[in-house]
């Protein structure tokens, strides 16, 4: 059965655009020109994935809107901001609220298809069948890869996709550390160095919010990042 796009652009120029692409790659497309329509089919039924610009019409952060309401739906749906705002504060603010990529409007499709397909592949690992030799335990830290779920002193850690595999990469071999390259490389994103940097930061915080001791995860500057026991 083919993923379900939802795509939430005002201009109807790059919507149509997309849509044809994406139609034409095998997806089924559904296009939305604003917030409060595509709030409402939102309500009804989710996406497979979604993407969504920042500004909608009158509404400059309407898409930041739209992405709150997802994740209040789905922690697991893959979110993609598109964009023309290319600037620090929108990319982080779009990784603060649990977007799992922030892409501007001058990428190549190629590269926006392989992003695509890179988010698809790793939640598609969700109906894999549960084995209990997919469960990684260290100290109050407990992955269960197979359903990519979290939890911390057996609470669940609320984290997306993109973080799933950004934490599973560095406690596959804690205390060692992994550049920002290899989390990367492991975690099958195509993103540059801010944006790694910022879903460590957001990952870090879910836990600290649980848990105002913990400091697990270390910064270790001009090399990357690891999981210290």
Same mark, same amino acid.
């Given at each position: 059965?083919?993923?379900?796009?939802?795509?939430?652009?005002?201009?109807?120029?790059? /919507?149509?655009?997309?849509?044809?692409?994406?139609?034409?790659?095998?997806?089924?497309?559904?296009?939305?020109?604003?917030?409060?329509?595509?709030?409402?089919?939102?309500?009804? *039924?989710?996406?497979?994935?979604?993407?969504?610009?920042?500004?909608?019409?009158?509404?400059?952060?309407?898409?930041?809107?739209?992405?709150?309401?997802?994740?209040?739906?789905?922690?697991?749906?893959?979110?993609?901001?598109?964009?023309?705002?290319?600037?620090?504060?929108?990319?982080?603010?779009?990784? /603060?609220?649990?977007?799992?990529?922030?892409?501007?409007?001058?990428? *190549?499709?190629? !590269?926006?298809?392989?992003?695509?397909?890179?988010?698809?592949?790793?939640?598609?690992?969700?109906?894999?069948?549960?084995?209990?030799?997919?469960?990684?335990?260290?100290?109050?830290?407990?992955?269960?890869? *197979? /359903?990519?779920?979290?939890?911390?002193?057996?609470?669940?850690?609320?984290?997306?996709?993109?973080?799933?595999?950004?934490? !599973?990469?560095?406690?596959?071999?804690?205390?060692?550390?992994?550049? /920002?390259?290899?989390?990367?490389?492991?975690?099958?994103?195509?993103?540059?160095?801010?944006?790694?940097?910022? !879903?460590?930061?957001?990952?870090?915080?879910?836990?600290?919010?649980?848990?105002?001791?913990?400091? !697990?995860?270390?910064?270790?500057?001009?090399?990357?990042?690891?999981?210290?026991?």
């Amino acid at each position: 059965m083919p993923k379900t796009i939802a795509i939430v652009e005002d201009d109807i120029a790059i /919507r149509d655009n997309y849509t044809a692409v994406l139609t034409g790659q095998g997806y089924t497309v559904q296009a939305y020109a604003d917030r409060p329509s595509a709030s409402l089919a939102f309500s009804q *039924s989710l996406p497979d994935l979604a993407i969504i610009d920042i500004g909608l019409n009158d509404e400059m952060e309407g898409g930041f809107m739209l992405c709150q309401q997802l994740r209040q739906l789905s922690q697991s749906l893959p979110i993609i901001f598109f964009t023309a705002r290319d600037n620090d504060v929108d990319t982080i603010s779009g990784l /603060r609220m649990g977007a799992d990529d922030y892409l501007t409007k001058d990428i *190549s499709m190629a !590269h926006l298809l392989a992003r695509i397909a890179a988010l698809f592949r790793r939640t598609d690992l969700l109906a894999t069948p549960k084995q209990d030799s997919d469960t990684i335990r260290l100290s109050h830290l407990k992955v269960d890869v *197979s /359903r990519m779920t979290v939890s911390w002193k057996d609470i669940p850690v609320a984290l997306t996709v993109t973080e799933f595999w950004m934490l !599973h990469a560095l406690i596959k071999r804690p205390g060692h550390v992994k550049s /920002r390259q290899q989390l990367m490389d492991e975690s099958r994103m195509v993103v540059d160095d801010s944006t790694i940097t910022s !879903h460590i930061k957001r990952m870090r915080k879910k836990f600290v919010q649980l848990d105002d001791s913990f400091d !697990h995860i270390d910064t270790v500057y001009g090399m990357g990042y690891r999981w210290q026991q």
